[in-house]
């Protein structure tokens, strides 16, 4: 049996977790299930995400051969080679009731509303939760009565407050200056910012090149192309206001930040900057695992509990055997549409945002461990296999991570947008080495209506040397923020 403990931040400090008499129950319950504990393992979390999509115990089965067709619901459940028992530290009370209510479940599951059947995680529904929550912002902050960055911790971005703006302009300008001096810099200077949230941080960034321009006395702001870019055109309206005096150097763009050729790319070889803020976070992911030296992809797919589902049917006058289909209407239509196609349960667009947000709070996530037949076979993106997770994989140990897909394949396909002389500099939430998933959970969290996923650095910097690109992760903004600075430049 394997107990795996990565609360590492809690086990030390004035108030420390107790893990020995947490496990205590643990092995009481274990005990009692006839379990397979050489093919066991035991996992403690410490999930610092006061809402996410776990219950404080989670049984997940790891599977002796990738299914070969899709399961029918109630099936004979797949041969298994072993068992994960994921615990929740902070909230581990009555853990040893837990455990066995959580193993008779996997003997005898319970009638949770499924949502969709196993898949990878990236192509869960959840995304569509995420997709509509950029798509109808607007009608959250109208129910919340709040705009969406004041869910963050502290009501703002750690990566609005870097205060990195004049070194990279200053940077910029010397890089001008040269490439002027050989008569090779182009008329039109592109600056490019994918993630605008509130447009601070363009409005910073512009204010302190005008100014910085007007001292250097080379006039290229005249020169200057300011393009901003972001999936919600509701955040792109309110960061449009925020930079208004300097409306005539700006452009933007609706963009899928997975696919930035698909909108920028006019763009190509011609960015000399392109700043990302918050988005890699926030974009489509799988998690995959190397147990007993076997790659493994996990599989997930979305619920809701029993008591929620008929909880929520009984407000909205249905049953919870047809929830599911009107929770995927809500993602199909949105919240207008959905009000108008269902009056008699929802009968206001206040009502379908109401429904959403509890709906959205109940959804769970069942996860469990498939092998895979090869990493090659895996297709991390649609340009990259999984070949590229080998030496991650194989130099931790038993380990989850991240495969960060939508952040990789946004990543790969901005580093063309750049001048031979640009840089792509991203604020995230980097993990900078492969390590870190050992001592942590890093995600899926809930922010708001969102979904939030820490990002495989070292994934992202093997991809941008492989291209020929330098990748540095450094930390950003003060001492202990989570957010971390990502620069990547043409190697020299």
Same mark, same amino acid.
């Given at each position: 049996?394997? /107990? $795996?403990? #990565?609360?590492?931040?809690? &086990? *030390? ?6 893990? +020995?008499?947490?496990? @205590? !129950? ?60 994921? /615990? $929740?530290? #902070?909230?581990?009370?009555? &853990? *040893? ?6 193993? +008779?479940?996997?003997? @005898? !599951? ?63 300008? #010397?890089?001008?200056?040269? &490439? ?11 600056? @490019? ?300």
């Amino acid at each position: 049996m394997l /107990i $795996d403990v #990565r609360a590492v931040a809690q &086990l *030390a400090g004035p108030d420390p977790v107790d893990v +020995a008499g947490a496990l @205590a !129950p643990v092995f009481g319950a274990i005990g009692s299930a006839a379990l397979d504990l050489a093919s066991l393992r035991v996992v403690c979390d410490w999930i610092q995400y006061r809402h996410n999509f776990y219950e404080p115990v989670e049984i997940r089965p790891v599977l002796a051969d990738r299914p070969r067709q899709p399961e029918p619901d109630g099936g004979e459940p797949p041969a298994r080679a072993g068992l994960e028992i994921a /615990i $929740d530290m #902070r909230r581990g009370d009555d &853990l *040893a009731a837990r455990i066995s209510n959580a193993l +008779a479940e996997q003997a @005898a !599951p319970a009638e949770a509303v499924l949502l969709e059947p196993w898949r990878p995680a990236s192509e869960s529904c959840l995304w569509r939760f995420n997709t509509l929550y950029w798509q109808a912002l607007s009608r959250w902050e109208e129910a919340t009565g709040r705009q969406y960055e004041q869910a963050l911790p502290g009501g703002r971005s750690e990566a609005r407050d870097t205060g990195v703006a004049g070194d990279l302009i200053r940077e910029l300008l #010397r890089v001008w200056d040269e &490439l002027d001096a050989r008569r090779a810099l182009p008329e039109e200077l592109y600056i @490019a910012e994918l993630g605008v949230g509130n447009g601070s941080q363009a409005r910073t960034w512009l204010d302190t090149f005008a100014d910085l321009d007007r001292q250097h006395g080379r006039d290229y702001y005249r020169r200057l192309h300011y393009l901003m870019g972001d999936y919600s055109a509701h955040v792109l309206d309110r960061a449009r206001k925020a930079v208004a005096h300097h409306r005539e150097k700006v452009s933007t763009l609706v963009l899928d930040a997975t696919r930035p050729q698909q909108t920028l790319a006019f763009l190509r070889g011609k960015a000399f900057c392109v700043y990302i803020s918050n988005v890699y976070d926030n974009l489509p992911t799988d998690d995959v695992a190397s147990i007993r030296g076997h790659p493994y992809l996990v599989e997930v797919r979305a619920c809701l509990r029993r008591a929620d589902a008929a909880r929520i049917a009984r407000r909205y006058r249905t049953r919870p055997g047809e929830l599911a289909a009107l929770i995927h209407r809500l993602l199909r239509l949105g919240p207008d549409l959905l009000a108008e196609a269902a009056p008699g349960r929802l009968p206001a667009p206040s009502d379908a945002v109401a429904f959403w947000q509890a709906t959205w709070s109940a959804l769970r996530l069942q996860e469990r461990y498939v092998p895979l037949d090869g990493l090659d076979a895996y297709q991390v993106t649609p340009a990259i296999t999984g070949e590229i997770l080998r030496p991650l994989l194989e130099s931790s140990g038993d380990v989850r991570m991240h495969v960060s897909n939508g952040a990789l394949a946004s990543f790969a396909g901005t580093l063309p947008l750049l001048h031979p002389f640009g840089r792509l500099q991203c604020h995230d939430l980097f993990l900078s080495g492969p390590g870190a998933y050992l001592t942590g959970f890093h995600g899926p969290g809930k922010y708001d209506g969102s979904v939030v996923n820490w990002v495989n650095g070292p994934l992202l910097a093997l991809a941008g040397n492989r291209r020929g690109f330098d990748v540095q992760i450094t930390p950003a903004g003060r001492a202990g923020a989570n957010v971390k600075t990502l620069t990547a430049q043409v190697r020299d």
